[in-house]
């Protein structure tokens, strides 16, 4: 069966620090993955997705992940925080439906 | 840009009230879905449609039931509402077939309260 397991359901930073949201996933066959972002009292937005061109994948406001098929890993990295970026962060694989991971709380620290 | 709309933000309901919650969408998606969200345990699937009339359960389908009779409006039904039932519900769309990139566009959650 599909998965996806996010480590640590809350994550704080400083402003200008390196963000790192980390999430693994299980799949018997090639996965798409996704990362989404919930900003408080929003729906869900895109930030980016894998679909089995660049392993490297861009995204908006400067996020970007790896889709590390040796570690079973697609984590979300940032270079540097900004306030803004506080927000529930979802990591989620499709294979037959789309299957969500329990979310990170993200907090940024001035 | 595609937008998902919900009838309501915010939804305060009885114990054993008829509750509707309803979602549009404006870009001729053919798939539908309905989620519900709570601390800790993520996004889970209750049911999803792909099609006018068609429907299928999703994780959680028990206490609840859909109803698309347009291919823009997909509606959500608790049919007696619980106070287990207290919970952010998003709506979700996204291409169907063989143009489908995947990615669901997500309306912005109805947070209701059963008391």
């Known amino acids: 069966a599909q998965s996806v397991t996010q480590l640590g359901s809350h994550v704080s930073v400083s402003e200008g620090a390196l963000v790192l949201l980390r999430c693994n996933y299980s799949?018997?066959?090639?996965?798409?993955l996704f990362w989404y972002v919930q900003y408080p009292n929003q729906g869900l937005q895109l930030l980016l997705k894998y679909t089995s061109a660049a392993t490297l994948v861009k995204g908006i406001n400067g996020f970007e992940a790896e889709f590390k098929k040796s570690e079973t890993s697609f984590h979300l990295t940032k270079p540097s925080a900004h306030m803004s970026d506080a927000a529930e962060y979802f990591c989620?694989?499709?294979?037959?439906?789309?299957?969500f991971g329990t979310g990170t709380r993200l907090q940024v620290f001035p | 840009d595609v937008k998902v709309t919900q009838s309501s933000r915010y939804l305060v309901k009885r114990t054993g009230e008829k509750v509707f919650l309803e979602c549009v969408q404006d870009?001729?998606?053919?798939?539908m879905f309905w989620y519900r969200q709570d601390p800790g345990l993520g996004l889970r699937l209750i049911y999803f449609s792909y099609d006018v009339k068609m429907k299928e359960k999703g994780d959680i389908p028990e206490g609840y039931s859909v109803s698309r009779e347009k291919k823009e409006r997909f509606s959500l039904i608790l049919e007696s509402a619980s106070t287990n039932q207290t919970s952010m519900y998003l709506c979700?769309?996204?291409?169907?077939?063989?143009?489908?990139?995947?990615?669901?566009?997500f309306g912005p959650g109805t947070r209701l309260t059963v008391t």
């Open positions: 989620a694989v499709k294979t037959d439906k789309l299957i």
């Open positions: 979700a769309s996204t291409v169907g077939g063989g143009k489908t990139t995947y990615e669901q566009y």
């Open positions: 870009m001729d998606h053919e798939n």
């Open positions: 799949s018997s066959v090639p996965p798409y």
